[in-house]
């Protein structure tokens, strides 16, 4: 779709997306810029050159190139799409940017100027984005927008590797504009703007550690202090026959509950699962605010390990469980980062267990 439409102001310039642009776009791409996108990254002027031309081919969609005043170069490109404005919605996205202006004031600016446009010269009721739920980077960035997190669309992207992921979609609508434009306004002017993210603390490690026990002594000091806090089971967020491991669910049901919890005025949240120091991405995105996050891992030797499995399991069960937690005990030590806190369980109760685990997540 040619247009005409130029947006101007906070340091950003954007024009028309035109084929010249593809040269300098390219130089703007690689792996990690691309990722998310649903088609492979370019490589050649003629690959970007194809992106443009089917970016140009796509009803309702206004592509730009983005320019930075400063020095009056290409950084990337951005468009409004699915625009519907006798419906009063649209999506904006197909956005990338060269990694020389992540953090900067570029993608705050381009936000700013396309949904002034939006609510104010073509008065939608709907700005929507729609994020690949893989690509963290873009979900912390529509998320500190200010847009609200709406839902999980099941293997509704086709990614260039051939498999299919799910869409997270955000929404700001025309009566939350004044103060997402507010927040967005008070960032480019390098004002401060409060903190309000969510402080997440992961406690994983192998069957028989306590980790439930833990985390019901962490909710009694936090109780006790009169903190506000929630705690979540991970193992019930997809447990279920068949395990739905392969979709995803845990993480949805996680942003659903969370999403609740937020709404009333909750922002600590403690979850609970073997490998949740493994996955402190996912379940991150999950919660949609780029929240701080504390991952400690508890451990115990075996013989500790199992003699606790042995209070709840028998026989057969008890050699299967032991053997697992043996393995995850393995796999966790290996696997787990340096920024995750390993907290010994041996011989120590599970409110000094507790407490050592509330003093490094800063709560």
Do not use: I
Not at 92 to 105: E, I, K, L, S
Not at 136 to 154: F, I, M, Y
Not at 179 to 191: F, I, N, P, S
Not at 309 to 316: I, P, Q, Y
């Amino acid at each position: 779709m040619e247009h005409d439409l130029v947006l101007t102001g906070h340091g950003v310039r954007l024009v028309p997306l035109r084929a010249e642009h593809a040269a300098d776009l390219l130089a703007c791409t690689d792996d990690a810029v691309w990722r998310g996108m649903s088609s492979p990254t370019p490589r050649t002027v003629a690959d970007m050159a194809r992106v443009v031309a089917t970016a140009l081919a796509a009803p309702g969609r206004y592509a730009f190139a983005v320019l930075e005043d400063a020095t009056g170069g290409v950084v990337g490109s951005t468009s409004f799409y699915d625009v519907d404005l006798t419906a009063g919605r649209l999506e904006v996205g197909h956005t990338w940017y060269a990694p020389a202006v992540w953090g900067t004031h570029v993608n705050p600016a381009c936000k700013l100027l396309l949904m002034a446009h939006a609510f104010e010269g073509w008065g939608v009721a709907r700005v929507a984005y729609r994020v690949d739920e893989r690509n963290h980077r873009s979900v912390a960035a529509v998320t500190k927008l200010g847009a609200v997190p709406e839902g999980r669309l099941r293997d509704h992207r086709l990614r260039p590797d051939g498999t299919r992921g799910a869409s997270l979609y955000f929404s700001v609508l025309a009566d939350e504009w004044p103060a997402v434009r507010g927040r967005l306004l008070a960032r480019l002017a390098g004002a401060h703007v409060p903190d309000d993210r969510t402080h997440l603390l992961l406690v994983g490690g192998r069957a028989g550690v306590g980790k439930t026990t833990v985390a019901s002594a962490v909710h009694d000091l936090l109780t006790a202090r009169d903190v506000p806090h929630a705690v979540v089971e991970g193992d019930a967020l997809d447990l279920a026959h068949p395990a739905p491991w392969e979709h995803g669910v845990a993480a949805a049901n996680l942003a659903d509950v969370w999403r609740r919890y937020r709404a009333l005025g909750h922002r600590r949240l403690v979850v609970t699962n073997t490998v949740s120091v493994l996955e402190a991405d996912v379940l991150a995105a999950a919660v949609g605010d780029r929240p701080h996050v504390t991952s400690v891992l508890l451990t115990a030797d075996d013989a500790t390990a199992h003699e606790r499995l042995g209070r709840r399991e028998h026989g057969a069960s008890l050699t299967a469980h032991a053997q697992r937690s043996d393995a995850a005990a393995r796999r966790l030590e290996a696997q787990a980062g340096a920024d995750v806190h390993r907290v010994a369980t041996d011989g120590r109760t599970p409110q000094d267990v507790a407490a050592e685990v509330l003093r490094l997540a800063g709560w």
